[in-house]
């Protein structure tokens, strides 16, 4: 036991002078993705706090009733969302929304493109799996460290340390939906010439739509389940006055802002949802 110890494998010291290499070659790389994405992230926490709180509530719920025509979520999302005004964290609950938006799309961009080739090649599937199981097994913290050392504070390292834990989530639910698309829609679309773009885009996709979602309300309650872990690199949001009730040992600030975060994953969870109809069809 003691022969195997002191001939230990370095692959920590691997990796941190793989980190080091890309710190060191590609810096440029990386602080230009840094500036992008934290210019993006703080335009978009602009727009949304520049809108008069009682607005955005007045547009998230009419946005519901369109999607939904459901009088009680539009009424549920007013009520949580006054809650929140009242409680003092809006602006935070808007600064974690544009969190979860750009982690959301930038994870859908990945995934979706992913999950169809992997659908499509067996044996990319089989050579991805592996490293999906370990992207969301292995602890978040531990991404925290590189993209801390790569991208500095602020809110791309938790952007970055968030993607990398979700985008599995997108990449299997496509996976799943396009491989189990009916084999006789399929051979109906192939005896008519269909071509493999048209069978995509007409057949498999419409067919894998239901997985799609379900990967993006995944992807959302995911990226929320970060906003704590990010806040640790200075990441804005609800995450930062959680981390704070921590530190202080203050309950009532934390369970708050706890609600707060729950109030937003309620409402992004029903808004995406598919309507029932759709879901029936």
């Not at 493109?113 to 490293?131: E, K, L, T």
């Not at 978040?140 to 390292?157: E, H, K, M, R, S």
């Amino acid at each position: 036991m003691e022969w195997l110890e002191s001939h230990k494998i370095p692959i920590g010291k691997w990796l941190a002078d793989f980190v080091d290499f890309l710190n060191d070659y590609l810096f440029w790389l990386f602080d230009g993705f840094t500036v992008s994405l934290e210019y993006v992230f703080d335009l978009t926490s602009l727009a949304l706090l520049s809108i008069p709180a009682f607005v955005m509530i007045a547009l998230i719920a009419g946005a519901a009733w369109w999607l939904h025509r459901s009088w009680k979520m539009s009424l549920f999302i007013v009520i949580s969302m006054l809650l929140i005004v009242n409680l003092g964290y809006w602006e935070d609950t808007m600064e974690t929304l544009s969190l979860v938006v750009w982690a959301t799309l930038l994870c859908l961009v990945i995934g979706i493109p992913v999950g169809i080739a992997a659908a499509h090649r067996p044996a990319m599937w089989v050579s991805i799996r592996p490293v999906l199981d370990m992207m969301q097994t292995i602890p978040t913290f531990v991404y925290l460290i590189p993209a801390l050392t790569l991208f500095g504070l602020g809110p791309v390292p938790g952007l970055v340390a968030t993607i990398i834990f979700v985008v599995p989530a997108p990449i299997r639910l496509t996976y799943l939906g396009v491989s189990s698309t009916p084999a006789p829609l399929i051979e109906a679309a192939e005896s008519f010439g269909a071509s493999k773009r048209q069978l995509l885009w007409k057949v498999e996709l419409p067919s894998a739509i239901p997985n799609i979602m379900a990967g993006l309300t995944q992807t959302i309650m995911l990226s929320l389940s970060m906003v704590v872990i990010a806040s640790m690199v200075a990441a804005p949001g609800l995450g930062i006055p959680i981390l704070r009730a921590i530190n202080q040992v203050n309950p009532a600030k934390g369970f708050e802002a706890g609600i707060a975060i729950v109030i937003v994953a309620i409402i992004m969870d029903r808004v995406c949802k598919l309507p029932e109809k759709k879901r029936r069809k």
